[in-house]
Each structure stands twice: as structure tokens, then as C-alpha cells.
């Protein structure tokens, strides 16, 4: 335990890592007040919003989409068919706002039924798509494949979750917006990557890694002790950014309302198939960026027992982030092709939007694997492999 307790002063405990940290603090707090800002207009705008949406909390109201449907019109022709282009220029008239957010569950609740169109890229949703679908199959004798057994599935969760209903959650979602869009892999991954670097990288930058592998702690123990740390680096730093965009994401309005609201209510998860509740999400989101972090820490930490400098630690693990989030990035023609590559890389693996917002499966053995599920595996499987090359690593630099 002191030898852990060593090596953690050493790698977060330092006075410029300390530095570091009260910067991002600063900056994390700064994300989750100016997004909160974008979202709508001030506090007075929010309640005002709030006590409208209230009325149209709930099931779906044809009346209510006819109103929202002639506003929307009058306003899109204004300012364009972007909804966050929209709000973001009428973020002092509620009215407007509500409007826009209710047509949008409008197109929803039409999708839920109808279903997406059959030449979409997309995973096959919608209840009247998915029965189509399945009787095509079953006509040809395939309702023992996967794929029918994959969109039996799918259709049973959609049927179990229900139509969408209506529900105020604008905090909630510009919550989960800051913690799975791409721009959060750039405000904790890359400081996480510089936090993390010097783990070994700068023992082994000054010769000293081989007099210290050799010592009588023994490489196994000093190994595991730099290890730890380098955890429990990446759990304080994800820790504050969770706790800073979630802290000011509020604070500005003082409100947690729609915490109870189901998640197909948001608009990036309106075609989630996890029966999550807002709060529940959060939860889980929080865990899973944690883990995820904790993952890539230690393919840092690998990657630091590998070179000789803490600058090139960096900019290999920042290529590969960055590589990933290219290719995450690029159409579908080439990330349908990659497969389990994007699937499973560091762009989208670290998403709760993408991991969450859908329900994608895999075929495992003739079992149908909820995405969540095998990225636990597939991230477990590489941090594990992380951790053996960094333990065999060291072991061939230890003096006998």
C-alpha cells in the first residue's frame, strides 16, 4: 500500500498535475455552464418552459402536433430545419422552443410506428418495419436465423417500452449530450493522456526503470503499484468531469426536472431499447465513462512502458485516439465495412450514445449480444492485454 500510495503522489499528487487538474475543473465547469446557456435563454426562460411543457407532458395529442406543425413551418422557414439552430436562436421565446421540441417527438412517435425507411444504413426499427421484416423471413423459412432471431428481439423490447410520450427533459439531455458526443473525448481523454503518460515513460526517459525493477520491492509489486495509480488517476479526472458538467449543467436553473423521465422522451435516445429512466441513465453513463477511461489508461500505461519519453507516450496514444475517432467519423459505406473495428473502438465504445441510444446486437455463437454486453467483453479482453504487455514488458528490463 505505500508503494501505491507512492507511485499516486508521484504520477497525480505533483504540484504540476495538481495545476492541471484545477484547470480542467475550471474548464469542465465552463462546458456545462456555456451549454446549459446555448440550450435555452436564462432561468426565467427555463421556468417558463417548464410550466408549458408540463401541460403537454404525456401521450401522444394529434391537436398538439397540429400546432406544433404550423409553428415549426413558420419558424423553419426562418432559420432552417436544424432543431439545435432553431432553439439556439429563439432560446428566450419558450413558446417557440416547445413547439419545435414537440414536432421533433411528433416525427418520434411516426418512426416508432412506421419505422425507419428500408434503405436506410441504419439497424432496422419501427414496430410495422420489423413485423414486415420478420414475415418476409418466416416466408422463406429463416425464423431460425440469427437475423430473424435479432429483429424478433428487437421488435419484443419496442412492443415492451411502448409508444414515446412527451416529457421536459432539456437539462437531462444537454447532459447527456456533454457526456457522449465526440467533443468530450477531447476535453478528458487528451488531459487524461498527458496525466497518465509519465507512468514509466519517465523513468525509463533517465535509465533509472532498470535500478528500480531490480530493487527488493520486486518489478511485480512496483508494476502493479504504477498500474493502480494510473487507475486511479483516470477514475479522479473522469470523476471531475462527470462531477463538474453535471454540477453546472444544473445550477444554472435549479431544477432536476424530468429526472424520471424515460429516455426514448430524448431525442438522441428516442430509439434506445434499455427501459432507463433519465436518472438511471446518468448512472450508468458515469460508470461506463469511468470504465471506459479506465480502459484507455491502461493502454496508455502500455504504451509508456514501451517508449522513452513522455511526449512520445503522448502522441502515440493521441494518434490512436484520433484515428479512431476519424474513422468513427467517416460515412457509412466505410464504417459498415470496418465492422466491429468502429464498433469497438475507443470513438464509439466510450459513447453512452452510441453504446445505449439503439440496440445493437451480435451474433455469439448463435446468441443474440446486446452491444453493452460485448463491449464489456471486448474492453475487459483489451485491458487485460494491456496490462500483461506492460507486466512482461518490464520483466524483460529488470536487472537479474
Known amino acids: 500500500m505505500s508503494l501505491f500510495r507512492f507511485e499516486l503522489r508521484k504520477l497525480l499528487l505533483n504540484r504540476k498535475t495538481l495545476i492541471l487538474l484545477l484547470c480542467l475543473l475550471a474548464l469542465y465547469s465552463v462546458v456545462g455552464l456555456t451549454s446549459t446557456m446555448f440550450l435555452i435563454g436564462g432561468n426565467d426562460s427555463y421556468r417558463a418552459y417548464e410550466e408549458l411543457a408540463a401541460a403537454w407532458e404525456g401521450p401522444f395529442d394529434s391537436e398538439r402536433a397540429a400546432e406544433a406543425e404550423t409553428i415549426y413551418q413558420e419558424v423553419s422557414a426562418r432559420y432552417g430545419t436544424d432543431a439545435r439552430m432553431i432553439t439556439r436562436s429563439v432560446k428566450d421565446q419558450p413558446k417557440i422552443i416547445l413547439a419545435v421540441n414537440y414536432h421533433a417527438y411528433a416525427e418520434r412517435v411516426e418512426e416508432y410506428w412506421k419505422g425507419t425507411p428500408p434503405e436506410s444504413a441504419e439497424e432496422p426499427y419501427g414496430i410495422a418495419l420489423l413485423q414486415r421484416e420478420i414475415a418476409e423471413l418466416e416466408g422463406q423459412e429463416k425464423q431460425e436465423t ?146 471506459t477511461s479506465a480502459v484507455y489508461s491502461l493502454i496508455i500505461c502500455f504504451i509508456s512502458s514501451r517508449m522513452k519519453n513522455q511526449m512520445g507516450t503522448a502522441g502515440v496514444s493521441l494518434a490512436i485516439l484520433f484515428v479512431n475517432v476519424g474513422l468513427a467519423a467517416m460515412g457509412d459505406t466505410v464504417t459498415q465495412r470496418l465492422g466491429a473495428l468502429v464498433d469497438f473502438g475507443l470513438a464509439n465504445v466510450t459513447l453512452i450514445k452510441e453504446v445505449f441510444g439503439g440496440y445493437q446486437v451480435f451474433n455469439m455463437f448463435g446468441l443474440c449480444v446486446s452491444y453493452p454486453v460485448m463491449a464489456v467483453f471486448v474492453l475487459t479482453a483489451v485491458a487485460a492485454i494491456a496490462a500483461f504487455g506492460t507486466y512482461m514488458g518490464q520483466k524483460s528490463r529488470a536487472v537479474a
Open 146 to 291: 440469427f437475423a430473424c432471431r435479432k429483429l424478433s428481439a428487437s421488435l419484443q423490447r419496442l412492443e415492451e417500452l411502448g409508444e414515446p410520450e412527451f416529457a421536459n427533459a432539456l437539462l437531462w439531455e444537454n447532459l447527456f449530450n456533454n457526456w457522449g458526443e465526440h467533443m468530450m473525448q477531447f476535453l478528458l481523454f487528451v488531459p487524461l493522456t498527458f496525466v497518465i503518460a509519465p507512468v514509466f515513460a519517465m523513468e525509463r526517459s533517465s535509465g533509472m526503470d532498470n535500478l528500480i525493477l531490480s530493487s527488493q520491492n520486486g518489478r511485480r509489486k512496483i508494476v502493479t503499484a504504477k498500474l493502480l495509480s494510473a487507475l486511479a488517476a483516470s477514475t479522479v479526472v473522469s470523476a471531475l468531469y462527470l462531477a463538474a458538467t453535471f454540477l453546472f449543467g444544473f445550477l444554472p436553473h435549479g431544477s432536476f426536472y424530468g429526472w424520471d423521465a424515460a429516455i426514448q422522451s430524448i431525442a438522441t435516445y428516442s430509439r434506445s431499447m434499455f427501459p432507463f429512466k433519465a436518472w438511471q441513465l446518468a448512472v450508468v453513463g458515469a460508470v461506463w465513462l469511468i470504465f
